[in-house]
Structures are given as structure tokens and as C-alpha cells.
């Protein structure tokens, strides 16, 4: 270990340097103040130093104030020399920084003593330090200090626009599964194997943290990999000019990835999906509000679309990505807001026997009254607030309306009634309390269950069958409808349908829209009615919008429809004075459709 | 052994320099080496200060001199020069000389003695 040594007394300077030298340090000789504070502060400079009180120049106690003000050099551990005499000097010595001090003349015992001290308080420090920014289990640096890193090299940037850089944001695809189906611990250890694969692939050194800003004064280019979640990796290509340099190690990544890891006998094979963002990728103008927590939201972003093109490549982020993800933040925000100020409300679409033209239940649909941006259509907000699972709240709070709602249609049995169809989300689904939670809906609303139908999707019952089916079999025990949504489009496993107490399947609008054009598109829907009705289901049209749809699925004996052919999603007291005129034998007409879609001349009244 | 008497009656400290020197005599002989360069220099860097009575100067200069005793372990010549550095502080030039002249002959009676040990040290 190097220390720095000050004394101007040339005699107690050679007897203290003997006995650092015969304790196994490298000793650094000055003899002034200045000399030791420019040595303290230098790139790669002493991590301890013993500097004596008195000094040409500047004395010990002005020194170690310099080193304590300087927050970019390592921590050094300061050790000040005083008369034996002098005692008061201590004090002052301590509060101006130093750690510990030694008096002259020295015992070479005390001083091999509180040397090791000090050495234990500088490595526990490294240590503490370390852990702070650091990975447990790659040893790679963490968020917080990537992001340290990644704010030095926006600053660079700020300064020269000569000096680019560019971001790779790396996610294992699947690796819950790795995780999942091998356990934890082979999980770890695929971690600690593609973080070492990583280093391969880039210009690293694994950089001890303490040290960037030295790396920084020299210039040097280097590369730094970090771990910042799961199994999400970060890649901080400094000072690159061009993003094709990215690309270029993204395509390094991928390669050196492909080849299997072995791990406690099992061999895996992962991809990845990556993103790359780089800072020159920003208009000229927009330099100085660089930001690093923007630009690693944009690599995430890229990352994320790499995944939705199919896993195993990357993206890169670009300007318009960035307008994307910004628009998407604020999505997010609005969300929560419009969570705690209550500005969702549940809108309520009619569904049609077709046979006789009466309204046998309504779907309720969520819809956002946006006070800027007025009512927004769930296909603008339901996939983010999906992602982040604001849709737990916002799901929860259709099922109570629509569950009340119900009851005020339906508050005493009669032979007319008109159940309420509710969409269950994909993370709704998961939610371990589903179940009891569906249960106290029905309880706190008193609606009876079978007055509830809760609409899954195919995909949902596919990712774990065995819950869906437990989860699905509760539901049924308590008496609640079950229907299939947007049946058709997925996996359509005849299979699933047999196992699942499904009451109702929903074929999916695609098919209607083209069931009068599309001779194919005609025969898949009388397919799928003939397979509902032969498993004892009944079948609903979804998106029927035209006269020659509707006879057509009527010739198909399809059960009911459901489109703007009928009514579109409507507020609360436009849907019950529906409800309530077509109990009384009124038919829909559709010139009067609030929701003004798609008039088109039709008497279902007349439908036999 | 007569280095050591005299040392002694210097008011040099032998056990406790060598201690401090871990017993390394190549060291002592560095040590003196170094101390016959340095001494003189302060000396009379001492001697010129006490007469243009420059206060400051004595002082840094005594508290110089003050480390460099007490590092040889000359006991003596250390706390007279610790008086010097005192008095330079109390800015007071009564009686410094004669300490300065008290200062030198205690210090060349250590640097005698010393040299007898090393010239013992040496045989």
C-alpha cells in the first residue's frame, strides 16, 4: 500500500520512512505542505498519509482540510504528527479532518499499531463502499452507481458533443422460466455466468468504483456493465461515436450468448432482448436537457420493443421512441391521478338475443373522463395501466359498479333479467385473492351470482392451466357465468374448452366484420357457434355493426350479438333507460342511438 | 561500553533511539550522517534570527530543531530548544541567547556521543 510521508525534518523523515518501509508499505517522501496535498489529490494517489504539523508551505491540519473538501478522490486516511507536548494540537488536528495522530518523538510499536488501524478503517470503508454500489451477487456495479456514471458522461457530453456515448439495455428473455422451472439458485448462478460473458464482450476492466474519477481524469475510454434489476443488464459504451459501434457489440452480446451454459448439469440456452440508445441520437438543439435517467428509459424502451417483436434481437431507441416514452410517463402519471381522483366511470354496451331482439346483459367497460383530454377509450390506457398493474385498481372498481349496477337492474328476481359481463385482466387473473375478492363484490352489492359473468381471455387460461382451471372451477361453484373473450384469435384449444366450465364464448369481432365479405370468415363462425352449442355453450357476436351481419348470424343460429348495430357503450342512465324500454317491448331503433355510430335502418322487433 | 556512558551523561537516550531505529545500525549511521548535514544549517539559521530578532523565524526554526532532537532522542537539546521555540511564541528576547549558547553545547555533546556510538557501533 502506498502512503505519503511529510515531514521537512530530513532526520525524522528518514527513521519514520525505514520503519513504513520495514512494515511493507511503498512510501511516497515530501517535504511541504503544498507537495503533500497536490500528491493526496492526484489520480491514483496515496491512500494514507502521515503529515506532520509544522510545514513549509501549509501545515498538516490545512492539508487534511484540502483532502476532506475534495469529494472526488478515495477516502485517505490521515494521520497527523505532534509534539508529545502539545496536546491541544489533537483536537484541532481531528476536527480538521485528520483520522488519527502519532506523536514525536514515535514508538515504532504504536506506530505499526495504529497503522493497521488505520489500514482496518480504510478496508472496511472499501468494503462498505463497494456493497453500496455494487451487485451482491455479480459483483457488477448497481443502479445507483451506474447511473452515477452515466451522469459523468452526460456531463462530458454537455461540455464537447465530440464525445458520444452509447447505452445497451440487456434483458434475458425468459428467464422467470429458467427461474421458475430450475429454482433460484441455478438462477444466480445463469446470472453470474452471462454478467462474466458480458465483460467478454465490451472494452471492460471491472472498474472498483472508487476509482472512476480517477479513470475519468485519464481519459481513457472503458466500458462499464452493470446489473440494475432481475435480469436486466446495462452497457455504457463511453466515448463512441457512432451508434452502429452498438449495434456492433450488441451483435457481439447476442453471439457470445448463444453458446449454452452449464450449470449444476443442466444446459441453457437464453437469449436476449436488447436496446440501444445513444446520446448523439438527440436533436442539436436539445443537448443541455440531456438527461440520464431519460436515456436509460430510452434504451429500456427499445429493449421493450425488441421483446414485443419477438425476444432474441435488439431495437434501437429513436426520436420518435423517446416522444413514446415520454408520452407514456405521462400516461402513467395522469393514471395515478385519475385512480386517486376517481375519474374513471363504467359505461355499459348491450348484448342481444338475437332470436327476439331483447337485452339479455350488458358488458360494462371502463372509460377515462380525462379533465383535459375528455373521455378516453380504453385501448389508450388499459395496456400501460396493465403493465404497471394500475389496472388491479382500476379493474376493482368496474367489477363494484358493475356489480351494484346490476343489482339496481335486477333488484328482485324476475323473468326478464339482465346480467352484467365483466372483462378479468390478465394481472387480475393472477391476483392470488381473485376469487375472494369477486366474492365480496357480490356479497357487499348483494347480486346474485349468476347475474355475473366474468369474461377471461384464452390466453390467460394458457399461461398456468392448471390455476386457471382451479381458479375458473371456484368461480363456477359459486354460480358465476364464465365466457370466453375474443374467441378465435388465440390458441382456440378444443382441449382447454372441454376442461374450463365455460358457459359462453365471444367470437371475436374480426371475424364478424368480415362474415359477409370473407366466404371463410363465414364458415369460421359457424364453426365455432356449432362447437359452442354441441359443448353445451351459448355464443356471442361481438362487433356487429350491419343489418346483413346480424341476419346472417341469426341464419347461423348464433345466440346473440353485441356492436354498435345495437348500441354502443353507454353512461349509466342512458343504459338503464335502454334496458327499461326494452323490457317494456320497445325495440332498439337505431336512428336514436345516443352513441350516434354507425345509424343504420333496422327493426329487431321484428326479428323472429 | 563507554559510547553508552557518554551518551548517557549527554542526555542521549541509546536504548530508546536504537529501539526506534529497530536496531538497524546501517540506519544510525544514515541518521548521523543526516544530522551532521543538518544541524549546522539550523544552527546557524537559529544564531541569525536570534539576532535580526525575528520571531517567527526563531520559532519555526527551534520547533525544527525541537523534532529533529527528540527524533535522535537528545533529550537535552530538546527541551532547550523547546524553551527557544516558547520564548519565540511569548515574543521575548530576554535570555535567548544564552539558551541558544546552552542549546549548542548540549547538542554537540549529543552529536559527540552519538558519533562514539556509531564509530563503536561500527568496530
Redesign the interface.
Known amino acids: 500500500m502506498k502512503i505519503l510521508l511529510a515531514d521537512?525534518?530530513?532526520?525524522?523523515r528518514?527513521?519514520l520512512e525505514?520503519?513504513l518501509v520495514?512494515s511493507g508499505f511503498e512510501v511516497v517522501c515530501v517535504q511541504d505542505g503544498q507537495s503533500a496535498a497536490d500528491c493526496l489529490l492526484a489520480p491514483d494517489g496515496p491512500r494514507m498519509a502521515i503529515l506532520?504539523w509544522?510545514m513549509p508551505g501549509k501545515d498538516g491540519p490545512t492539508v487534511c482540510r484540502e483532502v476532506r473538501a475534495c469529494t472526488a478522490v478515495p477516502y485517505v486516511y490521515l494521520m497527523l504528527l505532534t509534539?508529545?507536548?502539545e496536546t491541544g494540537d489533537v483536537i484541532t488536528g481531528l476536527e480538521a479532518g485528520a483520522d488519527d495522530y502519532l506523536t514525536?518523538?514515535?514508538?515504532?510499536e504504536e506506530l505499526k499499531a495504529r497503522l493497521r488501524s488505520g489500514q482496518r478503517i480504510l478496508n472496511l470503508q472499501d468494503k462498505l463502499v463497494h456493497e453500496a454500489q455494487h451487485d451482491p451477487l455479480t459483483q457488477l456495479p448497481n443502479r445507483a452507481f451506474f447511473v452515477k456514471r452515466l451522469a459523468e458522461c452526460v456531463r462530458k457530453s454537455r461540455e464537447s458533443r465530440a464525445f458520444q456515448f452509447t447505452l445497451l439495455f440487456v434483458d434475458i428473455d425468459r428467464f422467470k422460466l429458467i427461474n421458475d422451472s430450475l429454482g433460484h439458485a441455478t438462477g444466480d448462478e445463469l446470472m453470474k455466468g452471462v454478467a462474466d460473458r458480458l465483460l467478454q464482450a465490451v472494452r471492460s476492466e471491472t472498474i472498483p468504483c472508487d476509482q472512476t474519477e480517477h479513470r475519468r481524469r485519464s481519459g481513457r475510454p472503458f466500458d462499464s456493465v452493470a446489473r440494475i434489476g432481475g435480469d436486466e443488464f446495462v452497457i455504457l459504451l463511453d466515448d463512441f461515436a457512432d451508434l452502429d459501434d452498438g449495434v456492433r457489440v450488441a451483435e457481439r452480446i447476442e453471439l457470445i450468448l448463444k453458446e449454452p451454459f452449464l450449470i449444476d448439469g443442466h444446459t441453457i440456452f437464453i437469449t436476449v432482448s436488447i436496446g440501444i440508445s445513444a446520446s448523439n441520437q438527440r436533436p442539436q438543439n436539445s443537448h443541455d436537457d440531456l438527461d440520464p435517467e431519460e436515456i436509460l428509459r430510452s434504451a429500456d424502451s427499445a429493449m421493450y420493443r425488441a421483446k414485443l417483436l419477438g425476444k432474441a434481437r435488439y431495437a434501437i431507441s429513436d426520436a420518435t421512441e423517446s416522444t413514446r416514452t415520454r408520452s407514456l410517463f405521462k400516461l402513467e402519471t395522469d393514471l395515478r391521478s385519475a385512480i386517486a381522483n376517481k375519474q374513471f366511470e363504467v359505461h355499459y354496451q348491450p348484448i342481444v338475443d338475437l332470436a327476439d331482439s331483447r337485452i339479455v346483459s350488458f358488458e360494462a367497460l371502463v372509460r377515462w373522463r380525462h379533465p383535459q383530454r375528455g373521455l378516453i377509450h380504453p385501448d389508450d390506457f388499459i395496456a400501460t395501466a396493465e403493465e404497471n398493474g394500475m389496472i388491479l385498481a382500476i379493474g376493482s372498481l368496474v367489477l363494484r359498479d358493475a356489480c351494484h349496477q346490476a343489482k339496481r337492474w335486477n333488484p328482485v328476481a324476475t323473468t326478464r333479467p339482465a346480467s352484467i359481463c365483466v372483462n378479468i385482466s390478465p394481472r387480475q387473473f393472477q391476483m392470488l385473492d381473485l376469487v375472494a375478492s369477486v366474492r365480496e363484490m357480490l356479497l357487499e352489492s348483494a347480486l346474485e351470482p349468476h347475474l355475473l359473468e366474468l369474461e377471461v381471455t384464452e390466453n390467460m387460461t394458457m399461461q398456468d392451466a392448471d390455476r386457471a382451471s382451479q381458479i375458473l372451477l371456484e368461480m363456477h361453484k359459486m354460480g358465476i357465468s364464465l365466457s370466453l373473450d375474443d374467441f378465435g384469435t388465440g390458441y382456440s384449444s378444443l382441449s382447454y374448452l372441454q376442461h374450463f366450465p365455460i358457459c359462453t364464448l365471444k367470437i371475436d369481432r374480426s371475424f364478424i366484420a368480415r362474415i359477409d365479405s370473407h366466404p371463410e370468415s363465414s364458415q369460421i363462425v359457424e364453426t365455432i357457434i356449432t362447437l359452442g352449442h354441441n359443448l353445451g355453450m351459448k355464443v356471442i357476436a361481438e362487433g356487429v355493426e350491419t343489418r346483413s351481419q346480424m341476419e346472417l348470424l341469426r341464419r347461423l343460429h348464433c345466440d346473440f350479438g353485441q356492436g354498435y348495430l345495437f348500441s354502443c357503450a353507454l353512461p349509466v342512465d342512458q343504459a338503464t333507460k335502454l334496458l327499461e324500454d326494452n323490457r317494456q317491448g320497445k325495440p332498439l331503433i337505431p336512428n336514436n342511438r345516443p352513441c350516434g355510430q354507425a345509424a343504420l335502418p333496422i327493426s329487431l322487433s321484428a326479428a323472429s | 561500553m563507554q559510547a553508552e556512558q557518554l551518551a548517557r551523561e549527554s542526555g542521549v537516550d541509546l536504548p530508546e533511539l536504537l529501539a526506534r531505529l529497530e536496531y538497524d545500525r546501517q540506519l544510525l549511521r544514515e541518521v548521523f550522517f543526516i544530522f551532521n548535514k543538518e544541524f549546522p544549517l539550523l544552527q546557524a539559521e537559529l544564531t541569525a534570527a536570534v539576532a535580526s530578532g525575528d520571531f517567527e523565524k526563531i520559532r519555526t526554526t527551534a520547533h525544527a530543531l525541537k523534532g529533529m532532537f527528540a527524533s535522535l532522542s537528545f533529550s537535552n537539546a530538546s527541551s532547550s530548544a523547546q524553551r527557544i521555540e516558547r520564548m519565540a511564541t511569548q515574543a521575548t528576547l530576554e535570555g535567548i541567547s544564552e539558551e541558544v549558547a546552552r542549546l549548542d553545547r548540549k547538542a554537540i555533546l549529543a552529536q559527540t556521543a552519538l558519533e562514539s556510538v556509531c564509530q563503536e557501533v561500527l568496530r
Not at chain 1, 521537512?8 to 525524522?12: R, Y
Not at chain 1, 514525536?104 to 515504532?108: A, G, I, S
Open positions: 521537512d525534518d530530513a532526520v525524522s528518514l527513521i525505514r520503519a520495514r506532520d509544522v509534539s508529545k507536548e514525536k518523538p514515535f514508538n515504532p
